[in-house]
């Protein structure tokens, strides 16, 4: 189960890509038409990812972008917008933002590509957190025995 927070000033939007995306089950979206409100959401550490509008009141998807990463918070983060500007995909690539795209175009395309990004964007930050954690557990292994190392390979070190 994916838990998706979506940020987006037009409600309709907002409502269409909630349908769309927890239509098979496997995601929930939480809305909010504001990144100012959505910010208070991410303290609480439910949600698996944002995706963000860009072009918004009050603060822009980049300026939520910079709070979510200046928090040291590294939720996997979309841009999903109808600005197509290349410096503002730069950017978004260069504050953070795990994924970059535009909205437009044949809509059951444009939603399942947004689904794919939100899938591909948890699942590799689960997979980078799992591997950090088995690392560090190796770490915490080898270090507790330091002859160990050595003694694992017979006839590779000599023990003494």
Avoid: C, W
């Amino acid at each position: 189960m994916y838990r998706i927070l979506y940020v987006d000033d037009e409600p309709a939007l907002l409502e269409i890509t909630k349908v769309f995306l927890e239509q098979d089950g496997e995601i929930t979206v939480d809305t909010r038409t504001s990144a100012i409100p959505a910010l208070s959401l991410l303290d609480s550490g439910e949600h698996d990812a944002i995706i963000s509008d860009y072009q918004m009141p009050g603060m822009d998807g980049i300026a939520f972008l910079k709070k979510v990463r200046a928090s040291g918070n590294k939720i996997p983060f979309i841009l999903f917008t109808g600005k197509g500007r290349e410096e503002v995909v730069i950017q978004a690539l260069n504050e953070g933002a795990d994924f970059y795209l535009q909205k437009g175009g044949d809509p059951v395309s444009q939603f399942a590509e947004l689904s794919n990004k939100i899938r591909y964007a948890i699942n590799s930050k689960r997979a980078e957190v799992t591997l950090r954690e088995k690392t560090a557990e190796l770490d915490r292994f080898f270090n507790s025995s330091p002859d160990l190392s050595v003694s694992l390979i017979p006839g590779v070190f000599s023990a003494g």
